[in-house]
T-cell receptor, first 114, second 113 residues
């Protein structure tokens, strides 16, 4: 049973436009969420995170929105650049939990076309 | 400050052999996690270790897989008697503590022939 779901395996956008990547979760205990970016043959790279006490966190071109009631979060990239082309993973964990391990979605492959 | 170091980057083993994957966490990080990524899948948690302790191994297959993080030296993920289904990318991540971002190594790609 997948606790973190990224329902779009791929997304294609034009350079300069907005990229919106979506993520849904089922475990109401999750209250810390992260986005990672991954290039082929590389490890995931941390992008941005948000805790459940917030509904928005912004870092440069990247903004993460959290809708707790809908158990949904999204990553907005504005403006999109060709170098953003990668696989983006959504991950979640339980804040204050004793484990700290992350539960990952299956990823969304973003292609930004020049 | 070097990042998380994993070696080897690529490992080829014949069925029945042993595979040893090594991970050196970032300096100052005492929490190490191992994840496995199968083709077209997300990363799946395997095991969480702190120095000399296995904290959570709920994601580890019950047989053939083991992990350690000794007082000195890297963390080791060991797979005995490998089978083709073990072929995957294995990633190690380290954190300073709970609920901090995990920093990942570049992974070890294991191919079982």
């Amino acid at each position: 049973d997948q606790q973190v779901k990224q329902n779009s395996p791929s997304l294609s956008v034009q350079e300069g436009r907005i990229s919106i990547l979506n993520c849904d979760y089922t475990n109401s205990m999750f209250d810390y969420f992260l986005w990672y970016k991954k290039y082929p043959a590389e490890g995931p790279t941390f992008l941005i995170s948000i805790s459940s006490i917030k509904d928005k966190n912004e870092d440069g071109r990247f903004t993460v929105f959290l809708n707790k009631s809908a158990k949904h979060l999204s990553l907005h990239i504005v403006p999109s650049q060709p170098g953003d082309s990668a696989v983006y993973f959504c991950a979640a964990s339980v804040y204050g939990g004793s484990q700290g391990n992350l539960i990952f979605g299956k990823g969304t492959k973003l292609s930004v076309k020049p | 400050n070097a990042g998380v170091m994993q070696n080897p980057r690529h490992l080829v083993r014949r069925r029945g052999q042993e595979a040893r994957l090594r991970c050196s966490p970032m300096k100052g990080h005492s929490h190490v996690y191992w994840y496995r990524q199968l083709p077209e899948e997300g990363l799946k948690f395997m095991v969480y270790l702190q120095k000399e302790n296995i904290i959570d191994e709920s994601g580890m297959p019950k047989e053939r897989f083991s992990a350690e993080f000794p007082k000195e030296g890297p963390s080791i993920l060991r797979i005995q008697q490998v089978v083709r289904g073990d072929s995957a990318a294995y990633f190690c991540a380290s954190q300073t503590g709970y609920n901090t971002e995990a920093f990942f190594g570049q992974g070890t790609r294991l191919t079982v022939v």
